[in-house]
Structures are given as C-alpha cells and as structure tokens.
C-alpha cells in the first residue's frame, strides 16, 4: 500500500541518532520531554487516563521514555511511581542524571531495554504510556501485545504518536520523511485502532491530533531557523541544512495531511 512501506532501520540506527547531534537537536526543538507540545500533552494524556484520579500507588510504565521528561512530571505532579524505559544507553544515563537528588526520585526507575521485550513480569503495571516515540518500533503487534503481557487487568493503555494522514503520500516523499526521522514504520489512527481491538483490548477513545501537528510542525521550524547560528557554531553548518530541510519537509506534509498525530486511551479487561 502506497505510504505504508516499512524501512530498514534498526534500533541501532535510532539509538545512534539520539546518543549523538540529533538528540540535542530534538531537545532544542520540542524541550525536554521530546515530544509534541511538551508537559501541557503529558497533562492531556494523564488526565484522559485519569491519573490525576488513580491515587499515588499505581505504577506506570514509560516505552520508550528518552531523558525522563515525562517520568519525573509524572511522578512530580501527581505522586505516581514510575518505570522508564529505553533502548538507548546514553538516554538512559542522562534520565538517571538529571532526575537523582529530585524529591520525588525515589519514585522513578529507569531500564534499559526494548518495547518488544519488556524487561518486567506480567501484570506489572497499572498504566503503561507512551509518547511519540512508538514510530521508533517497527512490529507493532509484538509491541502491543508486550504493553498487554505486562499491564494488569483493568489497566490502561494511554499513548500518542507519530502516524500517516488521510492524503496519500508518494513513494519519493515517505522515503524521504522516514529516513530523515529515522522511522522503520508509521501506522495510521484507524490502524492502530485496528491493531488494539485484535490484541484484546477494549478502545476508550482515539482523537486525530493532525491540526494540532501540523502547528507545532510551524513552530519547531521557527525555533530551528532561529538557533541557525549556534547550531552551526555547535554541529556544524551540514547538520544544519540537513535538519532545516527535514524539518521544513515534515511541515509541508503536515499541513498536506500526508502526516499526523493521534492520540489513544485503551483498557486490558
């Protein structure tokens, strides 16, 4: 199917990306949480898992969880205990970095390992999370069925993430957007609904973020074109025009509804 094609990109790629330029890149780009709309998201998604109402004992599971951003508002806002957990080493150790001496530390673990093998026992966790980040993993089967393995009965599944739009896209442009983000497969916001029904779990809500997307995509372009000189001055002048050019191209998508974003909440019975 036309824009639907999965690329050869290895975890190893996606960890040499974010172990060198192109983590800070992002972080300049989206802060911290390296995701879409930073803390304010993190809050929508809580409060449509309805964290902010779960009480301070749960234990949530961060896939995919970068510089602990999220894990350490999480735990700081609203008491919880969080596990976080990336592929890449040099993530993890800055997450560790940044979140030791915080009050709320103890109530942050950071793991190093992969969405497809969780390293955890079944029944684990009382909300397993993820933000923007699932892009990153190409069997999205195998990654659900983990998220369902290890999350109670009666748990929630609460995640957003990086996905195709309505507008078909040709071979040429998703050759190139996928390989500028280093994206081995995207899935769209009916496929993922597909996806979490086969698993088993029951879909509470889904919601099509693309407007939303498509902003933030203007955003992290002016924030780019602005940091031009120290970006050159730190990384020099070919990163530059390799991020403007990438950037500027995921934009133009975005506004063409050939990409997007979603949003999904899903309960294991």
């Avoid at 009666?154 to 996928?178: C, H, N, Q, Y």
Wanted: hydrophobic letters at 40%; a negative charge; one cysteine or more.
């Amino acid at each position: 199917m036309v824009g639907h094609k999965k690329y050869d990109f290895s975890v190893n790629d996606v960890s040499e990306v974010y172990a060198g330029p192109g983590g800070k890149l992002w972080e300049l780009l989206m802060g911290e949480q390296i995701h879409v709309g930073g803390p304010e998201q993190t809050d929508l998604l809580a409060k449509k898992a309805e964290i902010d109402k779960t009480g301070q004992n749960i234990i949530l599971l961060d896939i995919c969880s970068a510089l602990g951003g999220p894990a350490r508002h999480l735990a700081e806002k609203y008491g919880i205990n969080v596990v976080g957990l990336d592929i890449t080493p040099e993530m993890v150790l800055e997450a560790k970095k940044r979140t030791a001496g915080k009050p709320f530390a103890s109530k942050i673990e950071f793991r190093i390992g992969s969405g497809l093998d969780i390293p955890a026992h079944q029944n684990s966790f009382d909300v397993v999370w993820g933000q923007d980040a699932w892009c990153y993993i190409r069997d999205k089967v195998r990654l659900l069925a983990e998220t369902w393995r290890v999350l109670k009965p009666g748990g929630t599944l609460a995640f957003t993430d990086w996905i195709w739009g309505p507008v078909k896209v040709s071979d040429e442009e998703s050759d190139f957007l996928m390989t500028f983000m280093v994206f081995p497969d995207l899935q769209t916001l009916d496929g993922y609904s597909e996806l979490l029904k086969a698993v088993g779990y029951d879909l509470v809500e889904r919601e099509d973020l693309q407007v939303d997307f498509a902003k933030h995509m203007d955003i992290y372009i002016d924030t780019l074109q602005k940091a031009k000189p120290d970006i050159e001055v730190g990384f020099g002048a070919e990163l530059y025009i390799s991020a403007e050019e990438g950037v500027l191209a995921w934009q133009k998508a975005a506004h063409e509804k050939k990409v997007g974003r979603g949003l999904w909440i899903a309960k294991k019975p």
